[in-house]
């Protein structure tokens, strides 16, 4: 049983609303965390800042006239950096970049790549090749973004015969 709360008490606690926590209202969130297996919390405000970034500035280069040389010259490099980073499937459109969100980074974050490559299994066992050092990379960091280029270079590296298995394995697809 719980006492009964006192003036002051109800005082302070009358403007508090215990059903809508403003902290709690992360369960999107907490989503993308688990299924990308991130587990720094700032990874994720840092992808979710870049992709509204990227959603503000193609509003702001939508508002220009059409038929201004700029806004095309924008539009153009705008996509062709998205589409290099693998954020968008095709340089078509502006439209596409309102897709652009915090788990399009998180897709091209290198044990994501790994999964897609198949040269792991799952993202647990793709963190963990990556922070043994299985994977030659210049940093083992799972936070590492990758473009398509990239994405097509990944080569397994130092270390005993699962990493010889997982070599095996990419060179053979």
């Not at 979710?48 to 280069?61: E, Q, Y």
């Not at 968008?88 to 044990?111: D, N």
């Not at 066992?125 to 990379?137: D, N, P, S, V």
Request: charged share 30%; with cysteine.
């Amino acid at each position: 049983m719980v006492r009964k709360l006192k003036f002051h008490e109800t005082k302070l606690l009358k403007k508090v609303d215990f059903i809508n926590w403003e902290v709690d209202n992360n369960l999107h969130e907490l989503k993308v965390l688990r299924r990308y297996r991130i587990e720094k919390r700032e990874d994720y405000t840092r992808y979710n800042k870049l992709s509204r970034n990227v959603r503000d500035l193609a509003v702001k280069i939508k508002d220009l006239n059409e038929k201004d040389p700029f806004r095309v010259t924008c539009t153009q490099q705008l996509l062709e950096k998205l589409y290099a980073l693998g954020l968008i499937p095709t340089k078509q459109s502006l439209a596409l970049t309102e897709k652009v969100t915090a788990s399009s980074f998180c897709r091209r974050r290198l044990p994501s790549i790994m999964v897609k490559l198949r040269m792991a299994q799952n993202l647990k066992t793709a963190i963990t090749f990556i922070e043994q050092g299985r994977i030659l990379m210049l940093a083992w960091r799972p936070s590492l973004r990758f473009s398509w280029f990239l994405s097509g270079h990944l080569p397994a590296g130092r270390g005993g015969r699962r990493g010889a298995a997982v070599l095996a394995g990419w060179l053979s697809s």
